[in-house]
């Protein structure tokens, strides 16, 4: 791949999050004293159509997984109310297996999400805001909490918000531990006090969500960094990153390497520079690596010919058909088994599956069979097509992405390691001849 413009590099002034690592006080003498609440009364005066227009001139994408441009969705809400009160629902249930990064904003920069909260408030008009957590967050709950009670105690939000003349308010909500309620209706449902079960579409959150009123659902990260485009203007945000991928990005690096952690790196940084320059590179050295989950579980694996040159943003991933997701990068050197690695995610999907559709209530059980089967190689060659095309009967035959976050790293899988697989179960016809062997059929593109 060429680009015209190398990306990456982010300089200690163009970080948002700037006590990612506790370096300082995360409560509010500390968040006073990185620039938090910085004229956020000149903010929300300034209008729900400015606000608005300035999320959206600066191109940031939702960090919750779809990557949805965020100014237009908040752009979705009623701008006038027919008598229903509208809510902000914060998804801070980050239950997707690799990914770290919104636990890190609320234990050390809470203010960050509390400011954001009360800006976007406005510019939707909405009555309250909700921060539904992950109910293993207790931590990070106690964290908000006191947050939020310091912003209540200064008037920064509560009556007459930083002498706005508005209402803002916010609460928190613990979830109970269910990966589906990561999903915008399931998390409104589980809200209301009902099982986690995520609603038929339309009607849309905007015209019908918590309550029956018009709701936005949006994530954590997203919402913490807008405080910062506000004030910074969205020029500044749009300067990063490439066309339709800009800004500044939090990456959660797990796995093996010799650092892991968590990273604010501009977006469209190579996945190498990444790797090797905040993590300390591949446990073994870069030519250990095996593969790599760029957006975490729900997005395919990368082999490594793909990784040494691809970069980490919604468009480039897309084309080589994986996804920046929550931007949790699970890396896997040569010592992985990467058929029992997608098999342990496949049993994950299948437990959390919430048993509403059929096709991902059963094919999720059949794709943790199978894959199980063939972790050992006790299964047939012609197994493996079966496979790739249970998955496409669960991808896009579901209410919810849950069927499609558990299809496509099996399609990965297939996609670039059914050598292994095929040789896994060569091995274990040649140990168990008993079992009768078959034609081995290749379905790997010819290279000419």
């Given at each position: 791949m060429s680009f015209s413009r190398t990306y990456g590099n982010l300089q200690d002034q163009d970080r948002i999050f700037t006590n990612l690592y506790r370096d300082g006080d995360p409560f509010?003498?500390?968040?006073?004293?990185?620039?938090?609440?910085?004229?956020?009364?000149?903010?929300?005066?300034?209008?729900?159509?400015?606000?608005?227009?300035?999320?959206?001139?600066s191109g940031l994408r939702g960090r919750g997984g779809a990557g949805f441009p965020s100014g237009l969705k908040y752009s979705?809400?009623?701008?006038?109310?027919?008598?229903?009160?509208?809510?902000?629902?914060?998804?801070?249930?980050?239950?997707e297996p690799g990914t770290c990064k919104d636990r890190e904003i609320m234990r050390h920069d809470p203010h960050k999400l509390i400011e954001g909260d009360s800006e976007l408030e406005s510019s939707m008009r909405a009555k309250a805001a909700y921060i539904y957590i992950r109910g293993e967050f207790w931590y990070e709950y106690n964290c908000l909490e006191r947050a939020i009670s310091e912003a209540y105690e200064r008037g920064l939000i509560g009556k007459n918000a930083c002498g706005t003349?508005?209402?803002?308010?916010?609460?928190?909500?613990?979830?109970?531990?269910?990966?589906?309620?990561?999903?915008e209706t399931g998390l409104i449902e589980s809200l209301e006090g009902k099982q986690g079960k995520p609603r038929m579409k339309p009607p849309f959150p905007a015209n019908a969500g918590l309550y029956g009123c018009p709701t936005t659902v949006t994530n954590v990260e997203t919402v913490?960094?807008?405080?910062?485009?506000?004030?910074?203007?969205?020029?500044?945000?749009?300067?990063?990153?490439?066309?339709?991928?800009a800004g500044t990005k939090l990456f959660a690096v797990s796995g093996h390497v010799n650092n892991p952690g968590v990273f604010e790196e501009e977006m469209s940084i190579p996945l190498r520079e990444l790797i090797e320059k905040h993590c300390g590179g591949v446990t073994g050295g870069w030519d250990?690596?095996?593969?790599?989950?760029?957006?975490?579980?729900s997005v395919?694996?990368?082999?490594?010919?793909?990784?040494?040159?691809v970069l980490m943003d919604f468009d480039a991933l897309r084309d080589v058909r994986s996804g920046l997701g929550t931007a949790a990068v699970i890396v896997m050197d040569k010592s992985t088994d990467v058929i029992a690695a997608i098999h342990r995610l496949s049993k994950f999907y299948a437990h959390e599956s919430c048993g509403q559709c059929t096709p991902c209530?059963?094919?999720?059980?059949?794709?943790?069979?199978?894959?199980?089967?063939?972790?050992?190689?006790?299964?047939?060659?012609?197994?493996?097509?079966?496979?790739?095309?249970?998955?496409?009967?669960?991808?896009?035959h579901t209410i919810c992405a849950l069927g499609d976050a558990a299809a496509w790293p099996v399609q990965g899988l297939i996609r670039h390691f059914r050598h292994e697989m095929e040789d896994r179960i060569e091995d274990y016809?040649?140990?168990?001849?008993?079992?009768?062997?078959?034609?081995?059929?290749?379905?790997?593109?010819?290279?000419?």
């Open positions: 509010i003498d500390g968040a006073l004293k990185r620039g938090d609440w910085y004229k956020t009364k000149d903010i929300v005066l300034n209008g729900d159509d400015w606000i608005i227009d300035q999320i959206k001139a979705f809400m009623p701008k006038v109310s027919d008598g229903r009160p509208s809510y902000l629902v914060i998804n801070a249930d980050e239950s003349g508005y209402d803002f308010d916010v609460h928190v909500v613990h979830g109970a531990g269910a990966y589906i309620c990561g999903e913490a960094v807008c405080p910062t485009i506000l004030r910074r203007t969205p020029e500044w945000f749009a300067s990063f990153g490439r066309k339709n991928n250990n690596l095996k593969a790599i989950i760029p957006g975490g579980s395919p694996l990368l082999p490594k010919r793909i990784c040494d040159d209530r059963e094919g999720t059980s059949w794709m943790e069979d199978m894959l199980g089967r063939m972790r050992k190689g006790n299964a047939d060659f012609a197994e493996i097509d079966m496979l790739e095309e249970l998955s496409y009967q669960i991808e896009g016809k040649a140990e168990n001849p008993e079992r009768g062997q078959r034609a081995k059929v290749s379905h790997l593109p010819e290279h000419h």
